[in-house]
């Protein structure tokens, strides 16, 4: 090779905008696999990443795929704003039922989840966690499976602010459950108290500072959906790092970050641009990597405790939406439909074991298994169910309504009228 | 079979109103309305809520007046009614001729069987029928004076465009027209006007021979500007844009039984088919230009500014209001006329100052729920509304 020293050295290195386009395209390919099938993309996504994880161990590009991160931070950060700005505080005030709702199936989610791990002998505390991470809806599967079935209407909507109200409880609870442990573990009071009183006001402060700091930046320039959307972009990936970096909650401060976004009157200098199309290109890479982290080898050591904690979450849910339904003038079929689009379970409880496991390793290790193997199967049959409530509230847009031949469509004969 | 015609009492009215229905993120069009009509099944409106053509879509119907401070007070409670359903549903209600910035793909077909024919028989139409006007209904003793109401009418129509305009925007960009909505309706086969026909015998004859030819069943087939309703016992004027208030659709609703009384009372005699001559060109006009339109005069051979020919309408009508109860409709109608301030200049304002449709779409919407406020239908309808 000396002697071409303008040729690469082989193999040839997998960088990461390799890695990025590779994840990219197979996981674009894995989508429309599963859209002909009439599955949600996301299956196919996470197929793809089931079955990239064996190759790239033996590739030994695990740790690159580890360092990959990046990409899932700045998706995670786009959705959770995305969900943030979707929740509207004024609508939860002219509606009440929306907020008991979301406490009710959240309390009871929380209840059965922990009384069925306490049943199979967990101790409380990892039960707890476990259950107050159970209560987190995944915001990306829900966005996504309804952006793709254009969804529109009372579910859809009703299902995204309960998404955001779930994963900001869940990160709420997990934060003081994991001050117990604290507790418990270095019996340290100033610390149990001072390190969940920091996320909190930290995280809402930095979500303020960065809705302020965009609402600024957008009465400067034009108000063109372009610069906008430049400009949301950059600031929420900024956040993520802010966030990351002053060790913070990701999700708290972006969801802060979303909602205080989205001002009232004079408040709305930035634009409610839309985010779809390009931050679906860092959806399919987060989901291609989930899949490929998740250690399917789970279910041999906590399978059956992962099968207990999904059906009594799946239970919790759904019977807490049907609980709070006639409340809110939900509709038996719309409350089934809303029950179950609240059901996928993926990158928000992923996030909140990753925090548990990073605290506190030797506490997290039998958590860990149980959990990630029930976000391996709801990463498929999350997106199904939340496919299923979609259609069956009659929200997703017809497959092809446009396309009706008028075959033998008399004109007078139709009676048509406006 | 001859159409039968319902004979209802002289100069009662009544409107229908298409409102949009919206999200309240970017305040665009969404699928609200099935949801909507259900939750306010079980609230006591005094007007009637159904379903339009697309699933953002909803038509308001009132009941019968004579006089237009009860039509503008029904009008109001309605309107309180729906705001806050739809509140409870995160939605937003709001006038205009047309949304500013839809996809008109992205409608959804309301599923009754009626609209899902109009859409297999009209295409793309169906969807792009996703346009909001309101119609007003004047109550006529016979079939005969409604062809003759239709026939006068038509001649002031460019007035009621003027008045009403309020889709200067389209699929994002602003059209130059004061409404755009009229191209939506002028792209069915069947638009345009009433033939000559003189009297509803004569007319019957021509709706058997189309109805021989197979092109129509009823008189919803026609989507002409103004037609007569048969089934009402009414002439139905379908020219207008949703106003952006409630009170606007009153006004025009008062305008229009003004003028009917007048006519019906003075009967007159000129020949109608020049006044059709010049109705594709007046009606150009008026939806380009607004009050500034020049409109042909067939009887004089000269063009007369769409504003002086209603603020003179409006003197000639002015004693006929204080009788029917309409003056402060029509002195709000010329205030506006005179300051050139239709509901279309209030949008493009709107849009200089906030360069963003869908700023003005929300602006739009706080408007139809605040102008009047809350509890207006108490209060006594005296004093001229502000015209912004």
């Known amino acids: ?158 299902a995204l602010t309960l998404v955001a109200l779930n994963s900001l409880l869940a990160s709420v609870v997990v934060t003081m459950l994991l001050a117990t442990v604290h507790y418990e573990v270095r019996l340290d009071l100033t610390r149990a108290v001072l390190h969940p009183l920091y996320l909190f006001a930290g995280s809402l402060a930095l979500g303020g500072a960065m809705a302020s700091l965009g609402r600024a930046l957008a009465g400067r320039i034009e108000r063109s959906p372009e610069l906008h959307f430049t400009l949301v972009v950059g600031l929420v990936v900024a956040s993520v790092g802010l ?63 992962a099968a207990v904690l999904v059906a009594a979450r799946a239970a919790g849910k759904v019977a807490g939406v049907l609980a709070f339904a006639p409340l809110g003038g939900v509709r038996l079929r719309q409350a089934l439909a809303l029950g179950a689009a609240l059901l996928p379970m993926s990158s928000i409880a992923l996030l909140l074991q990753h925090d548990v496991a990073r605290l506190y390793p030797e506490f997290g290790q039998q958590l860990a298994a149980v959990l990630l193997a029930s976000i391996a199967v709801m990463e498929i049959a999350g997106p199904l169910a939340a496919q299923w409530g979609l259609r069956f509230a009659g929200e997703s847009a017809p497959e092809s309504q446009a396309a009706q031949p008028a075959k033998g469509a008399v004109p007078g004969a139709a009676g048509q009228s406006r | 079979m001859p159409l039968e015609f319902a004979k209802s009492d002289a100069l009662t009215f009544g409107v229908e109103l298409e409102l949009m229905v919206l999200n309240t993120r970017d305040f665009n069009l969404t699928r609200g309305a099935p949801d909507l009509l259900r939750r306010l099944e079980k609230a006591q409106l005094p007007s009637e809520v159904k379903p339009e053509i697309t699933e953002s879509m909803i038509e ?114 602003d059209t130059s027209f004061e409404t755009s909505r009229l191209h939506a309706v002028s792209a069915f086969p069947l638009a345009g006007h009433l033939p000559e026909v003189a009297s509803w015998d004569e007319f019957n004859r021509y709706f058997d021979e189309m109805a021989g030819y197979g092109i129509v069943a009823s008189m919803k087939d026609f989507y002409w500007d103004i037609r007569p309703k048969p089934e009402y016992g009414t002439m139905e004027i379908r020219i207008g844009d949703t106003p952006l208030t409630v009170t606007g659709a009153a006004e025009l609703a008062a305008y229009a039984q003004t003028l009917a009384a007048d006519l019906l009372r003075h009967r007159r005699t000129d020949p109608i088919a020049p006044r059709y001559l010049v109705y594709g060109y007046n009606r150009f006009q008026a939806c380009r230009f607004g009050f500034e339109a020049m409109l042909a005069d067939p009887g004089a051979h000269t063009h007369i500014r769409l504003r002086e020919d209603l603020m003179a309408t409006l003197n000639h009508l002015q004693r006929l209001g204080d009788e029917l109860g309409t003056a402060d409709a029509l002195r709000a109608i010329g205030d506006r006329a005179d300051r050139e301030l239709n509901d279309s200049r209030w949008l493009r304002e709107r849009f200089q100052e906030t360069r963003n449709l869908s700023d003005v779409v929300r602006l739009q919407a706080e408007r139809w729920r605040d102008d009047p406020g809350k509890g207006a239908a108490q209060a006594p309808v005296a004093g001229l509304r502000a015209a912004s």
């Open chain 2, 60 to 173: 308001v119907n009132s009941t019968v007046h004579r006089r237009f401070a009860e039509l503008r007070e029904e009008l109001v409670r309605t309107r309180d009614g729906i705001v806050e359903a739809a509140g409870k549903l995160n939605l937003a209600v709001a006038g205009g001729g047309s949304h500013p910035f839809h996809q008109w793909s992205d409608r959804r077909i309301f599923p009754t069987e009626r609209f899902l024919k109009v859409s297999a028989l009209y295409g793309y139409l169906a969807k792009q029928f996703t346009v909001f006007g309101q119609h007003i209904h004047i109550g006529v003793e016979s079939g005969d004076d409604a062809i003759y109401l239709t026939h006068q009418m038509a001649r002031f129509i460019p007035h009621f465009i003027a008045l009403s305009a309020s889709s200067p925007f389209s699929q994002g960009e």
């Open chain 1, 1 to 158: 090779m000396a002697e071409f020293p303008f040729l690469p050295s082989l193999p040839l290195t997998l960088s990461y905008p390799l890695l990025f386009g590779v994840l990219l395209v197979a996981g674009m390919l894995g989508g429309e696999a599963a859209r002909m099938l009439r599955l949600p993309r996301i299956v196919g996504y996470v197929l793809v990443g089931f079955a990239i994880a064996p190759a790239a161990s033996a590739m030994n590009i695990g740790p690159l795929l580890d360092e990959a991160r990046i990409f899932v931070d700045i998706a995670l950060g786009l959705v959770l704003f995305e969900v943030g700005r979707r929740m509207d505080l004024a609508w939860l005030k002219r509606d009440w039922s929306l907020a008991a709702t979301s406490v009710g199936e959240c309390a009871l989610v929380f209840s059965l989840v922990f009384a069925a791990l306490s049943a199979l002998d967990f101790a409380p505390l990892q039960a707890g966690l476990a259950a107050a991470i159970s209560m987190a809806t995944s915001p990306a599967v829900v966005l996504l499976v309804a952006q793709d079935a254009r969804a529109e209407g009372q579910v859809t909507e009703r």
């Open chain 1, 243 to 305: 966030a990351q970096a002053g060790k913070l909650s990701v999700i708290l401060a972006l969801l802060a970050f979303g909602m205080f976004s989205r001002g009232e009157g004079r408040g709305r200098e930035l634009m409610a641009v839309d985010l779809g199309r390009a931050s679906r290109l860092f959806y399919v890479v987060l989901f291609v990597i989930t899949g490929a982290s998740l250690p399917l080898e789970a279910f041999e050591t906590a399978g059956v405790a």
